[in-house]
């Protein structure tokens, strides 16, 4: 199917890409070599570092002596190994694919194929800047394995390969039979000049930092980690500080409690500073725009990133609002993509994330990435209130019994405390019921959730992979059912609702299938 | 009620579709009820031998246990397993059933849950056929389609024996456009 291409009509537009002799990346690669490999070993955890500790333990006087030789000479490790890897990455750009030759103890060839190419997308690290060099990061359909990165290429090279690389895919695309574009859309968008969406000011990030959900994962963690360590709340100092409070605020309970929620509330200060400053960094100078049926993303202060997603390949558009973002109006927008998950394990590949925006540009996005649609502006179908009576009596009711059963049989009536535990989680439970929500308008949907914050997900049906319908007895008595919509890389349930609307998703759902013919990845 | 979807040629008229427990479902094969006869009384028979042999071994044998009066609580759980055996199988096999419309592919599967996965072949990116040792001995396969919703498969028909699976599994990727058992999934998930 490559064969429609000839060379001919390539090489022309591309005279200074496609050539049959190897080329290097830059030498200034080696500072990117460098630092991959500390990131690696900061990533890798303490265990890297395990040998230095041995070393301190048994060298006893000389220590520092000793640790000065093994930091020399892993610092000439780190540079003959950078230079080495810089000397063996060689890089091609053959008719149809890409071809690596790169490793230094064990060598590596990869010959990455234009059409299995998802994605090209830039990074500038603060290191390359000085340069005008760029990492370029080739992302296959394929294993991990597969990803290139080619580090330290001048920046309109880089430009040019991106060019080339979509260019080719486009033309494979075209003469595939199967993923014929049949509307004309993507041809009058490319005559179409850049569309600029969004740009975000650092005030703009700082309410991401403050009301993204981040902080209490982080929160979370330092909690644990200080829960780890007996040693450090037992330690000499957090013993004088414990009689340093006693002294000053007393013993009472009411000044000991009112300092742990001080001191509780400064802990979460001081979180949501480094994530405001996490977030700032990140996403300094943020820019969202639009060419050629792709969305365009710009962002980071020491590190340029420059990532793109094509319009087709997003499956669904997910507003996620978390409590403090509520309480300032701002919402959280992620394009979630094929195989996303995978990349988020990854780390370098973050999600697409769209951050600190108001209703009126998701609803305008929303419109723009689905053909028009308004079911954001609408409002969502509720799930049956059955939802609250079983979770209460079967996911908290039985267990709280059975705890209290045994419990009361083991330390008497104290146990009897368990049978509280569904009262409390009811307004809870009440909570999420109200959050869930459902619509759709025949072409695309709306699926809502969430708890304290919530979250809602568009996305078009006939992009939907298979679709499940489940029924407990009690659902089928009532004529309730779970839907459960399985999108590439997500999947989305909606609980207790009417069986007719479950079985109407379903079906048009299927029937969006058969008859939208554009490609759905 | 197991519900379906009934579809003429591929696109549905939403009121189209009947609320009934749908006899149409092609139910597996009968012998699938031997296999998972056979696994039970495996699994069990293990249990058990493990566990004579571990207290006929011991120091005091089996003295404890009839002295405390418990052989018949013991001889009635292993009742109620031999019966179980009988009735299990028989109703996990009465519970899966699948459907074969022009554009999709329907399963059922679950007891007290009861689910239909409606899975479109347009979205299939590869099957899998598979026979385990003992679905060998009867004969029988699973087949197994994956689309691009990741990890596990979307839908697994077990108990089907070898001639209608491998022809199940063609008419789907006849309709699919995918390739034959999957071998290099990532090549189909790209354009």
């Known amino acids: 199917m490559n064969k429609a291409v000839t060379p001919d009509n390539l090489t022309p537009a591309n005279p200074a890409l496609h050539s049959d002799k190897w080329r290097r990346i830059s030498p200034a690669s080696v500072i990117y070599f460098v630092m991959k490999f500390i990131t690696g070993v900061l990533r890798g955890g303490l265990q890297s570092v395990a040998p230095v500790a041995a070393v301190l333990a048994t060298t006893g006087d000389n220590r520092w002596f000793a640790l000065g030789l093994l930091a020399a000479g892993a610092a000439v490790l780190l540079m003959v190994g950078a230079v080495l890897s810089y000397l063996n990455f060689k890089f091609r750009v053959d008719r149809d694919a890409f071809l690596i030759r790169s490793g230094v103890l064990t060598r590596k060839r990869l010959t990455l194929t234009f059409e299995r190419i998802q994605n090209v997308a830039f990074r500038e690290p603060i290191y390359f800047r000085p340069f005008n060099l760029v990492v370029l990061t080739l992302e296959s359909a394929g294993s991990t394995s597969e ?76 909690v644990g980690a200080l829960g780890q360590f007996d040693k450090f709340w037992e330690s000499s100092v957090m013993r004088g500080m414990f009689d340093l409070v006693g002294e000053t605020v007393g013993t009472s309970l009411f000044a000991l409690s009112a300092l742990a929620v001080l001191l509780t509330f400064g802990v979460l200060l001081i979180l949501m500073f480094a994530s405001v400053v996490g977030a700032v960094i990140v996403n300094y100078n943020f820019h969202l725009s639009y060419t050629d049926g792709r969305y365009h993303r710009t962002r980071g202060l020491f590190e340029r990133q420059e990532t793109s997603v094509p319009e087709t390949k997003i499956q669904s558009l997910k507003i996620a609002q978390p409590v403090i973002a509520s309480l300032m109006n701002r919402s959280h927008l992620t394009f979630n993509q094929v195989g996303f998950e995978r990349k988020q ?139 459960k919509i399985k999108l590439a890389g997500q999947s989305l349930t909606i609980p207790y609702m009417d069986l007719s609307d479950a079985r109407t998703w379903r079906s048009v759902s299927l029937q969006q299938i058969d008859t939208r013919t554009e490609p759905w990845m | ?14 009121d189209d579709l009947p609320v009934t427990s749908d006899p149409s479902f092609e139910q597996l094969d009968r012998v699938y009820v031997k296999m998972v006869m056979l696994t039970w009384i495996l699994v069990v028979l293990t249990i058990v031998l493990i566990n004579v042999g571990a207290t006929a071994l011991s120091d ?74 003992l679905e060998r001995i009867f004969k029988l396969a699973t087949l197994k389609f994956y689309t691009a919703g990741g990890g596990s498969a979307d839908i697994k028909i077990p108990g089907l024996p070898f001639a209608s699976a491998s022809k199940i599994r063609t008419y789907v990727l006849e309709r699919s456009g995918a390739k034959m058992s999957g071998t290099d999934p990532e090549k189909e998930s790209d354009e």
Do not use: C
């Open chain 1, 147 to 222: 990803e290139v990165n080619l580090a330290g290429i001048p920046r309109p090279l880089a430009e040019t390969i991106r060019r080339f690389v979509l260019e080719r895919k486009k033309e494979t695309s075209q003469t595939a039979p199967v993923n014929v574009e049949p509307s004309n859309e993507h041809r009058s968008a490319e005559s179409e000049p850049t569309a600029n969406l969004l740009r975000q000011p650092v005030s703009e990030l700082a309410r991401y930092g403050v009301s993204n959900n981040n902080v209490w994962v982080f929160a979370g963690l330092t």
């Open chain 1, 345 to 483: 394990n990854q780390g370098r590949h973050q999600k697409f994330i769209i951050p600190s925006v108001q209703s009126e540009f998701y609803h305008q996005l929303s419109r723009r990435l689905f053909s028009g649609t308004n079911v954001l502006e609408q409002d969502l179908t509720r799930i049956n209130g059955k939802f609250i009576f079983r979770h209460i009596v079967f996911s908290f009711g039985l267990p709280s019994l059975l705890a209290a059963g045994i419990s009361t049989y083991q330390w008497g009536w104290q146990g009897l405390f368990f049978l509280v535990v569904p009262l409390i989680a009811l307004p809870f439970v009440a909570l999420r019921k109200r959050r869930h929500g459902y619509l759709m308008d025949g072409e695309h949907a709306v699926v809502r959730s969430g708890l304290f914050g919530r979250n809602l997900t568009v996305f078009p049906l006939f992009k939907a992979q298979s679709i499940k319908i489940i029924q407990s007895p009690g659902q089928r008595k009532a004529e309730l059912a779970s839907l």
């Open chain 2, 1 to 14: 009620m197991i519900d379906t979807v009934n579809e003429g040629n591929g696109v549905v008229a939403v």
């Open chain 2, 60 to 133: 005091e044998g089996f003295e404890p246990i009839i002295d405390s009066g418990a052989t018949p609580f013991v001889l009635a759980g292993l009742f109620f397993l031999s019966v179980a055996a009988f009735v299990v199988p028989r109703v996990l096999w009465h519970s899966k059933g699948y459907q074969l419309h022009s554009h999709n592919l329907h399963y059922k599967d679950g007891v007290f849950w009861r689910a239909v996965t409606s899975l479109p072949f347009a979205r299939v990116q590869h099957v899998e056929l598979e026979s385990g040792p």
